[in-house]
């Protein structure tokens, strides 16, 4: 079931107008079809080229850090996410899917999780929002598209989680793991390091309620 | 960018509930609120997540097993 809560215009820098977005909560059959009609097969092709460039490289340059490397300058870290499996696993009120509408069109899309534990208020296992999956469309990107649809969604849809965070008496707590590329951003945003887990090899960052607060403040 | 929207409110459907508790559960939820640094309500919704997450995996089949921190003892929950 889809809800929206919150509309918002919007400049849509390809065609030099002024868009409606919706904010939903939940996504239908329709919009996981036109993911997986839409952004599937950009984002394929950007990872088949970013696989084909770094097979070209050396054996000796070959690495995790350069296909890393790679990925990020071809826009397509996340060309393995099925969002038709993240939506059907979802556990009752344990998960929640997030996503930005242009109408029918798909411009990004958040899934967060409400049962994992705080990172950093390790001891006593205060719960958190935890940002599972978080993408934007593959013309919002601006590794693919030089001049990208929409701007700044990303930062939206972890304003929503903390916002979320806030609303389920979390105190703003709001953690993820992020992909290489987005370091910087989640470091930007005042989130704290926590360093690379060791489980998925990817660094895990979390807003701390002061944090969450300046984050939030306009 | 979009700094008006930041705070936004997600859940618009909230819906109050009358919930009577004795003392005994009242002073269980006081302390975990304030072992969690959480309000009462918060408690409850987390505590409802929990619960319905463990009986969707348990009637899917799925063991909910606890271990001791020595690893060896291991004993199985029955949720009701």
């Known amino acids: ?218 | 960018m979009y700094t008006h929207l930041m705070k936004m409110k997600i859940t618009k459907r909230e819906r109050a509930l009358v919930l009577n508790l004795s003392e005994r559960e009242m002073a269980a939820l006081d302390q975990l609120a304030q072992r969690k640094g959480q309000t009462k309500s918060a408690i409850l919704r987390q505590a409802l997540r929990l619960y319905e997450s463990l009986d969707t995996r348990v009637s899917q089949g799925s063991r909910l097993v606890l271990e001791a921190p020595n690893k060896k003892d291991k004993a199985e929950v029955l949720l009701l």
């Open chain 1, 1 to 218: 079931m889809t809800s929206c809560f919150e509309t918002f215009t919007v400049h849509n820098h390809e065609t030099n107008e002024v868009c409606q977005i919706d904010f939903v909560d939940g996504l239908s059959d329709n919009h996981l079809e036109f993911v997986t009609k839409e952004w599937t097969p950009i984002l394929r092709d950007r990872w088949e080229r970013a696989s084909l460039t770094y097979h070209a490289l050396p054996s000796k340059k070959q690495s995790e850090r350069t296909w890393q490397e790679k990925q990020r300058k071809f826009g397509a870290p996340d060309s393995h996410w099925n969002w038709y499996e993240k939506n059907q696993s979802m556990q009752g009120s344990v998960h929640r899917i997030f996503a930005l509408l242009n109408c029918e069109v798909v411009e990004a899309l958040m899934r967060v999780d409400l049962s994992t534990p705080s990172q950093i208020q390790h001891a006593t296992r205060t719960p958190i929002v935890y940002v599972e999956y978080l993408a934007v469309a593959p013309w919002n990107r601006p590794a693919i598209q030089s001049r990208p649809r929409f701007k700044g969604f990303g930062t939206l849809l972890l304003g929503a989680a903390v916002s979320l965070s806030f609303e389920e008496g979390m105190d703003g707590r709001c953690g993820l793991h992020s992909l290489t590329q987005s370091e910087g951003f989640y470091i930007h945003a005042g989130m704290e390091n926590l360093g690379v887990d060791k489980t998925c090899g990817l660094k895990y960052f979390e807003f701390s309620p002061d944090a969450a607060r300046k984050f939030l403040e306009p």
